[in-house]
Structure formats: structure tokens, C-alpha cells
């Protein structure tokens, strides 16, 4: 395993230390949000949910995985990071937008039946 670890470019390693941090950090938080209520936190607009932790850390481990699979996929290093920054920035605002509507269904509350 140290083998193939060292026989990568230096940007690949990069690549795999960022992923593998950032997928655990993200496995980690998935935890603690299932086993424990989170305080609730009076972020109303959208965009104040696009630099949250959370986001940030699902774009390092999108960013990581997607560019990973292009380089092994052998597109060129440059259309590889630029497809993985893409990926993780289409993940983030569509993270930030269901958290906002999550937030706003959790305002409105049930409807009445009649």
C-alpha cells in the first residue's frame, strides 16, 4: 500500500489526502447530526448556507472524488480539478437550497385538516 501511495504525482496524493479527510470529517458530521439535535441557528438566507462547515466539507470530498475519477479516467490534469470544482459547487448550492426549504417547511409548520 506505501508503494502505491508513492508512486503517485504529487497532485494525486493531494488529491487522495483530500478525499479520504474530507469523506471521514463528512461520515463524522452525518453521525453526530443522526445521533445528536444540532442548536438551531437563525441562518434565513440562502447564500449564509453556502459557506457553512457542512457545505464545505461535502465540496472538498466531491471535489476530491470527482477529479480522482477523471485523472484515473485520463483526462488531462487541468479538465480534471475544473470538472471537480464544478461538481462540488453544483453539490453545495443544491445542499444550501434543500437546507433552506427543509428550514422554511420547518417554519410553516403542519397544515390544518379539516
Known sequence: ?????????????LLWIISIVSTLLFFYQLILTVAKRSPDRTRKHIFSRFFSFKNIVAFLSMFGWTSI????????????????????????????????FVHTLKEIGNPDRN
Open 69 to 100: 475519477a477523471g485523472i484515473y479516467q485520463n483526462m488531462p490534469v487541468g479538465l480534471s480539478l475544473a470538472f471537480g470544482i464544478l461538481s462540488g459547487l453544483i453539490l453545495m448550492s443544491v445542499m444550501s437550497v434543500l437546507f433552506y
Open 1 to 13: 500500500m506505501i508503494e502505491w501511495f508513492k508512486s503517485m504525482i504529487w497532485y494525486e496524493k
